[in-house]
């Protein structure tokens, strides 16, 4: 979803920071009786708070906002739950992760602000996003369970187009570049953005 309001990204915080995630249901897919092979389920918006600055990741890429600016305009109620405390600041968060999430590479399916989320919470925390708020993206990896979805997609009014620039973006490949940087150091804390960098080549381009 997008953000528009942007404010400065803050180059080192003081100290261990609040990591919060923010949740918004977007939409609710149809029962079982109106799709094949697919239960009903919520697709979500979520975003990351890291300190007093959200991070949210739309077709414009990743934008830092004032909290829950990329929420506001869903019209429904925001859950927002601390979910830790990092060392870690936000450039470096950013240095990392923000060649992976590109302007002009959303996919409401295979690389989402979801997407972003799971991964901005391994990096910072080194826990994943729960399963229920990516319940869409990994209902639309298999087969048939793909086709009930876009069937839902278009009963809800949505024609969903994939962006040929996601489809083979896979999650685990950016958690696993992730792996190779903590092993290397040993602890989570404030990796060197020079260190990072090297682990941040551009990733394969199949979620779905």
Known sequence: MGASESVPVPTLFGG???VKLAATVLFHMPSAAKMRGAEPFDAFHTSIV????????SGQGIRATRPLVSHAMLNRNTEVRLIGHTNFSASQMLSFLNQFFQPGTYDL???NCNSFSDCALYLLLGQRLEAKYSRMEKTGKAGQ???GLMSALRLIGMNYKANPASQNFQVDEVLAKMDIYMRGHGVRGHPKLEDMDQYASTPR???C
């Open 145 to 147: 369970k793909r086709i």
């Open 109 to 111: 399916i295979c690389k």
């Open 16 to 18: 261990p920071s609040p």
């Open 205 to 207: 381009v199949c979620c």
């Open 50 to 57: 890291l300190g007093e600055v959200e991070y949210a990741f």
